[in-house]
């Protein structure tokens, strides 16, 4: 894995992802249910690693006109990661089933996660990020935590997520209580 560096939050980050959210959007037209900006790089005033993320949502994740599309125009398809974690769940649930694709190569580093709609890791990341959105005491500690960790792990990727993941898991678990007191309801396309 690649060394963990953390950046400030860089106002261009916004427009890098809708670029990559076009060219998506163009190749898998009606495939794609909705296409999100995810991650840090989408949560203004946060520190990150300079990746942009996307999460494609679709309705079917077995579809293969996704990964032979993305694929014949270059990009990279990451076949073993092929789940996400969380704490609770074993790695082979069907909720955690992903498709995972990076950048075309030579173009601005990208991780794009094909979900399922409905599927619980389809939801997490879009209510992770609302939620971080709106509590700015807990996107501080965030930050916090994610700098200080790629201090310690800027050479263990793995050291890094080993920590990281579980704080996720417990700040997803505090924003799940959120979206009911608020109706959070997963809208239409977000930057």
């Not at 993320?53 to 990964?67: G, H, K, L, M, R």
């Not at 990076?102 to 209510?127: D, F, K």
Request: charged share 25%.
């Amino acid at each position: 894995m690649s060394l963990i560096k953390m950046t400030p939050y860089h106002p261009n980050w916004p427009d890098e992802y809708q670029k990559i959210a076009k060219q998506l959007r163009f190749l898998l037209e009606d495939v794609a249910l909705r296409i999100d900006h995810i991650g840090s790089t989408s949560i203004n005033e946060l520190a990150a690693k300079d990746v942009i993320d996307i999460q494609i949502t679709v309705d079917d994740i077995s579809n293969t006109f996704i990964e032979q599309k993305l694929t014949s125009e270059g990009f990279v398809f990451r076949n073993e990661a092929d789940c996400d974690n969380l704490v609770g769940l074993d790695n082979d649930s069907i909720e955690l089933k992903k498709k995972f694709f990076q950048e075309l190569q030579g173009e601005r580093r990208a991780h794009i996660h094909v979900r399922q709609i409905g599927r619980l890791n389809q939801e997490y990341p879009l209510l992770f990020r609302d939620y971080l959105r709106s509590h700015s005491t807990i996107k501080l500690a965030y930050a916090k935590i994610k700098i200080e960790l790629a201090k310690y792990f800027s050479n263990d990727a793995n050291g890094y997520y080993a920590i990281k993941d579980p704080y996720m898991d417990t700040v997803y678990q505090a924003a799940k209580l959120w979206a009911k007191q608020t109706n959070w309801q997963q809208d239409s396309e977000v930057n």
